[in-house]
C-alpha cells in the first residue's frame, strides 16, 4: 500500500455491522476499504451468544417486539427507530439465511427454533445454538474474504478522522478518510475516502470488569467526538447480569437464553431472590436483573451470585449450550448437575455518536452502525438480542444511502497532508500507558457503574480530568502505538459517560442514582442527553 491511498468507501471495524455494509455495497458493485484493529474474529460480534430478534413466530406479532423494545428501553427509544428496526428485522434474517448461516432448527423439522430471553414476551430470538455470532461471522467472514470488491486490512488501527475543517480548507466540513496505524509496521498511513464508516463497536473496556473482548475500547465513539460529532445517552451502559465468576474465566457471559429456559438466580444458600425484585423475575430486563444481582451482592457481602439450570434434564442443557457447557467444564463447573457463580459486567453501550435511521453523522461523509452509533433504539436499555438485530437493519440502511451519496455528490480524491511524527521520539515507559489504563478503568468500575451518585461522579471527573492531561503529554511527544491509542480513546469515552450521567438527575432504566433514585416525570428528564464539542 501506498502513503496514501483512495478508495470510495472506508469502513471501520470488522464486527456484524461493518461486515454488513461492506458487503451489501460490494455486492452493488462498490469498492470498499475494511479495516480491522485485529482478526475479524476477534471483535464481540462473534462472541454473541443468544442470538437475533426478529418477529418469525405464527404467534408473534411486530407490535409486540416493538412494545417489548420500549418498555425495556424505560420510556427514551424513538418509536419511529424501534419501528424501523423491528419491520426490517426479518427481512434482514432471510438476508442471513440466504447467506447459508447455519440456525439451529427444531428437531426433525425445517422449522427455525426461537427461544425467547429477558424483556420478550414471546420467543422470537434466532440463534445457532449459543454461538449465534461466531455462526454468522464466520459465514460472512468467509464470503468477504474472496469478494472483489473487499480490500480487507487486519491489524490496522484508526488514529483519527481527518476533515476539510482540520486542514483550513474553505466550504462546508467534510469527511476526507483518516489516519491508520499499520501495527504490523509501526507506521501511521493516510488513507481518504468519499465516505468513512464508523462499525467500531461499544467502549465497555472502559470498566474494569466486562463481558467484552479488549477490542471494545470506544475508538469510534472518541474520533467522531473529536471530529465534531454529537453524540448521546452515554450514561446508559448495560451490565451484562450473569458473566461468570473465575479468576481465568475473564470475560465470559452466561448467555441470557439460559434464564429463558428455566436458569434461575441464588443466592449462596439456594435461596431463588429475583421474585424479590421484580414480577417478571429472571425474565425481568437486564438492568433490573443486574441492579438486583448488584443490590444482593453488597447486602450478603457475596463475591458472587448463583445461576442454577441444573434442574432441566442433562441432554436438555448439553444440546441447548454445547459452548456454554464445554466452556464452564474447562474451568471445573458441571452446569447440567451444579449452579453456576456469576457476577455482572459492563456489556453493551446504549448511546453513541448520533444518527439518523440512515447512518449518517452530522458530518458530511461520515456514518456510524452499530454499537458505536446512537439511533434511538434503545433508549435507556437494550433489549436483549436486539444488537444483532440492530447491526443488521442498519447497515443495510446505510449501505443504501451511501451508495446513493456517492452518485449525487460531486468528490474529488482529497490530497491531504501525511502524518508528521517528525517531532516525537519512541517511548521512554510504557508503563505509563499500562499504569493509567488500570486506573481509568478501576476509576470507572468504583464510581460510574451499577450504582451512581453526583459524588462519585465528580470524584470520577477529577481522576479523568488529571489522566487526560498525562495522556494527552504522553500522545504529543512520543510515537503512538496500539495501547496509547486505545487508551487516548477509553479516556474521551469515559468523559462522555460521566458527562451524561451528572446531567441525568434522575433514575431511569441502566443509569440509576442514589442522588435521584424517582424517574423523572417532566418533560426534560426522559428528553436524550446529547453532548458536543460545541458546547
Known amino acids: 500500500m501506498s502513503q496514501q491511498d483512495y478508495m470510495p468507501v472506508l469502513v471501520l471495524g470488522g464486527g456484524l455491522a461493518g461486515l454488513t455494509v461492506a458487503l451489501r455495497l460490494a455486492d452493488s458493485g462498490v469498492h470498499v476499504r475494511l479495516l480491522a484493529k485485529r482478526l475479524l474474529h476477534e471483535g464481540s460480534s462473534y462472541y454473541a451468544q443468544g442470538g437475533i430478534a426478529a418477529v418469525l413466530g405464527e404467534d408473534d406479532s411486530t407490535q409486540s417486539h416493538i412494545e417489548d423494545t420500549i418498555r425495556a428501553g424505560a420510556g427514551l427509544c424513538d418509536r419511529q427507530a424501534v419501528e424501523f428496526a423491528v419491520n426490517r428485522g426479518p427481512e434482514c434474517v432471510d438476508w442471513l439465511i440466504a447467506q447459508q448461516v447455519p440456525f439451529t432448527r427444531k428437531d426433525d423439522s425445517e422449522e427455525f427454533h426461537l427461544t425467547q430471553e429477558g424483556g420478550h414476551s414471546h420467543r422470537r430470538v434466532i440463534h445457532a445454538t449459543d454461538a449465534t455470532g461466531q455462526a454468522v461471522m464466520e459465514t460472512l467472514e468467509h464470503k468477504a474474504r474472496r469478494h472483489p470488491n473487499i480490500h480487507l486490512l487486519e491489524q490496522y488501527i484508526a488514529v483519527d478522522i481527518i476533515t476539510s475543517a482540520k486542514l483550513g480548507q474553505a466550504g462546508p466540513n467534510r469527511t476526507l478518510g483518516i489516519y491508520a496505524l499499520d501495527k504490523s509496521l509501526g507506521k501511521v498511513i493516510t488513507m481518504t475516502a468519499q465516505a468513512v464508516v464508523l462499525a467500531t463497536g461499544g467502549a465497555s473496556k472502559v470498566y474494569l470488569y466486562t463481558s467484552n473482548p479488549d477490542t471494545a475500547t470506544g475508538d469510534g465513539i472518541a474520533m467522531a467526538w473529536r471530529a465534531g460529532c454529537q453524540v448521546a445517552n452515554m450514561e446508559f451502559v448495560q451490565f451484562h447480569p450473569t458473566c461468570l465468576y473465575h479468576p481465568q474465566a475473564k470475560s465470559f457471559l452466561i448467555s441470557e437464553a439460559v434464564r429463558g429456559e428455566g ?41 458472587c451470585i448463583y445461576l442454577d439450570i441444573s434442574h432441566q434434564p442433562a441432554d436438555f442443557i448439553r444440546s441447548h449450550f454445547p459452548n456454554i457447557v464445554k466452556r464452564c467444564a474447562g474451568y471445573g463447573f458441571d452446569m447440567t448437575a451444579e449452579p453456576l457463580p456469576v457476577v455482572p459486567a459492563a456489556h453493551y453501550t446504549c448511546g453513541g455518536v448520533m444518527t439518523g435511521l440512515n447512518g449518517r453523522t452530522d458530518l458530511a461523509g461520515l456514518y456510524a452502525v452499530g454499537e458505536c452509533a446512537f439511533t434511538g433504539l434503545h433508549g435507556a436499555n437494550r433489549l436483549a438480542s436486539n444488537s444483532l438485530l440492530e447491526c443488521l437493519v442498519f447497515a443495510r440502511a446505510a449501505g443504501e444511502q451511501i451508495q446513493h451519496d456517492l452518485t ?84 474521551t469515552v469515559a468523559e462522555l459517560i460521566i458527562r451524561s450521567a451528572l446531567l441525568r438527575h434522575e433514575s431511569r432504566g441502566l443509569h440509576y442514582t442514589l442522588d435521584y433514585p424517582d424517574t423523572g416525570t417532566n418533560d426534560n428528564a426522559a428528553n436524550t442527553i446529547m453532548v458536543s464539542t460545541k458546547e
Open 408 to 491: 449525487k455528490e460531486k468528490f474529488n480524491e482529497p490530497q491531504v497532508p501525511e502524518w508528521d511524527e517528525s517531532q516525537v521520539s519512541d517511548p521512554d515507559e510504557q508503563i505509563v500507558v499500562t499504569h493509567n489504563w488500570d486506573e481509568l478503568r478501576r476509576a470507572m468500575w468504583d464510581y460510574v457503574g451499577i450504582v451512581r451518585t453526583d459524588k462519585r461522579l465528580q470524584r470520577a471527573m477529577r481522576r479523568v480530568e488529571l489522566l487526560k492531561e498525562e495522556i494527552r503529554d504522553y500522545y504529543s511527544h512520543f510515537k503512538i502505538n496500539n495501547n496509547l491509542i486505545e487508551l487516548r480513546n477509553l479516556v
Open 263 to 303: 436458569g434461575q438466580l441464588q443466592l449462596p444458600d439456594g435461596r431463588r431472590f429475583m421474585p424479590d425484585h421484580d414480577p417478571r423475575a429472571e425474565l425481568a430486563p437486564r438492568d433490573i436483573v443486574a441492579r438486583a444481582i448488584d443490590y444482593e451482592m453488597k447486602r450478603g457481602g457475596y463475591d
